[in-house]
């Protein structure tokens, strides 16, 4: 008979998803994070843990965090920028069960980044060898240079034998500190009108394309996803208004950063300092409570802007 109040009266303990970001401008998540973070993964049954930032290899500590964290959800991924993952293939190849790989969004002379997504293939084959049924994805942010040659783009990132391939708009008008900028941060990125235009136009024929006739896409959800991407350009170019994407990191997200504050994503305030507060104090805390019910995106100042490309998106997706 005690046993129902008990169970009723029991704090909800779920956390679906736990981000890292291992280094960013010049900071560096400390290591003595590592092992209490994979403690509250346990704790709060966390299914998918990313890795993220700058260049995450590069933490002096990397291969601790991949063993501290790896088996503690039921995903552990790492989000990394091509070439990145070559000094330490064989270790990530092994410690992870995902890859994700963030394209873009590219600007300047078109050979520049066609050659670095062309050497996608002979650095995932690496990994591959060492790991042959390894998840790679890929996230992709699209740009002005990227929506013309995106045919070309697709089939590389096909010939490297990506699993999966999703499109997001790039961060055009929010600061790193997640603060909205005044103007784009580059408008080169934009395209120009008449582009934009005969992308419009030619919208609902672009998915019968043979690109995307590929394992690469669930058709449904890149029709989604492009469709944003429309709006997201015309809206930059003044045409039409930003609109938030369907994200639900505010309610299930934890995103360490590495200074130690915990926001949901990067783009919000911060709920706490992992240096004065256990994450378990943070989670069951006023400010995150009080922050999630109030939270509505489609008012939010900095979700309408947002790519939406964070990693609880693939993970909706497997
Ligand atoms: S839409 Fe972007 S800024 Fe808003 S909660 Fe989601 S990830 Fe954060």
């Not at 590929?214 to 208004?241: H, I, P, Y």
């Not at 990067?266 to 994450?279: K, T, V």
């Not at 006023?286 to 964070?310: M, Q, T, W, Y």
Request: negative net charge.
């Amino acid at each position: 008979m005690a046993l129902y109040p008990q169970l009723l009266l029991e704090p909800r303990r779920t956390l679906p998803n736990l981000t890292l970001c291992l280094n960013s401008s010049g900071k560096t998540l400390d290591r003595r994070f590592f092992l209490p973070l994979a403690n509250a993964a346990q704790f709060y049954g966390v299914r998918n843990i990313a890795l993220m930032g700058e260049n995450p290899p590069a933490h002096p500590d990397f291969a601790i965090a991949l063993r501290s964290l790896f088996g503690k959800g039921e995903n552990l991924s790492l989000w990394i920028k091509p070439g990145q993952s070559s000094p330490c293939a064989g270790l990530i190849a092994h410690e992870v069960n995902e890859i994700i790989f963030r394209l873009g969004p590219y600007s300047g002379p078109e050979e520049i980044w066609m050659a670095e997504l062309s050497a996608l293939q002979s650095e995932v084959y690496m990994l591959r060898k060492e790991r042959p049924h390894l998840i790679v994805k890929g996230v992709f942010h699209l740009s002005s240079a990227t929506l013309k040659a995106l045919e070309d783009a697709i089939h590389r990132v096909e010939n490297a034998l990506f699993d999966r391939l999703e499109f997001f708009p790039p961060n055009l008008y929010l600061s790193p500190e997640g603060e909205p900028a005044t103007s784009p941060l580059s408008p080169d990125l934009i395209p120009s009108h008449e582009e934009l235009m005969r992308y419009e136009e030619h919208f609902w024929e672009m998915l019968d394309e043979p690109c995307f006739q590929s394992w690469l896409f669930d058709l449904n959800m890149t029709r989604r996803q492009l469709e944003r991407v429309l709006l997201c350009f015309k809206a930059a170019s003044g045409r039409g208004a930003f609109e938030p994407p369907h994200c639900r990191a505010s309610r299930t997200s934890f995103y360490i950063e590495p200074t130690g504050h915990i926001r949901c994503c990067p783009r919000q305030e911060a709920f706490g300092d992992l240096r004065e507060m256990s994450l378990r104090e943070i989670e069951e805390g006023e400010r995150v409570h009080v922050f999630r019910s109030k939270i509505n995106l489609a008012i939010d100042r900095i979700c309408p802007l947002c790519p939406g490309d964070f990693p609880h998106f693939l993970w909706r997706s497997h």
